[in-house]
T-cell receptor
């Protein structure tokens, strides 16, 4: 089976940088995805890492270390609209996504 | 921008009744999924579907659940005899390609199912 651990909540001010860590245990692994979900909304794809290293997409970056079963999402130049829940998700056989419990990010002015 | 659509947005039903949740995936996508999210909890995988058959299903997806692609555009989830614990938000998703390509899964807005 799969299990993922990520912090439950992070608070930061506008303009700051936030790093959300994710550790996973899985019996099958193709890659690690990150999704954003605003309250009442649907998950929205942010990034995907299949290989070790850093992927950068605008203000958001994601990192993966397969040997450490660890990844993180880096949110830079935080904006109020970034207040949301962020989920890491392991991608495995059958295109199945197993989501972590989510990290609620609260951005304060 | 193409998007996944779902109907209805909210469904209220009595325990033991059958419900069908409907989804229209993005038109050029080949892989379809159903997930559910109980209020305040994480998103849980139910089933993936490709080439008119189930690719993978979770322990949640028991005999009460079934999926179908009745035509070229719709993708449905049927719950035969609803239970109180089926109350959740149900998300449909689709992707252009499957693993290990890492194709992003695009989620619909969800159907909130309330079982009374």
């Amino acid at each position: 089976g799969q299990s993922l651990e990520q912090p439950s909540e992070v608070t930061a001010v506008e303009g700051a940088i936030v790093q959300i860590n994710c550790t996973y245990q899985t019996s099958g692994f193709y890659g690690l995805s990150w999704y954003q979900q605003h309250d009442g909304g649907a998950p929205t794809f942010l990034s995907y890492n299949a290989l070790d290293g850093l992927e950068e997409t605008g203000r958001f970056s994601s990192f993966l270390s397969r040997s450490d079963s660890y990844g993180y999402l880096l949110l830079q130049e935080l904006q109020m609209k970034d207040s949301a829940s962020y989920f890491c998700a392991v991608e495995a056989a059958g295109n199945k996504l197993t989501f972590g419990g989510g990290t609620r990010v609260l951005v304060k002015p | 921008e193409p998007e996944v659509t779902q109907t209805p947005s909210h469904q209220v039903t009595q325990m033991g009744q059958e419900v069908i949740l409907r989804c229209v995936p993005i038109s050029n996508h080949l892989y379809f999924y159903w997930y559910r999210q109980i209020l305040g909890q994480k998103v849980e995988f139910l089933v993936s579907f490709y080439n008119n058959e189930i690719s993978e299903k979770s322990e949640i997806f028991d005999d009460q659940f079934s999926v179908e692609r009745p035509d070229g555009s719709n993708f449905t989830l049927k719950i035969r005899s609803t239970k109180l614990e089926d109350s959740a938000m149900y998300f449909c998703a689709s992707s252009e390609a499957g693993v290990p390509g890492g194709s992003a899964q695009y989620f619909g807005p969800g159907t909130r199912l309330t079982v009374l």
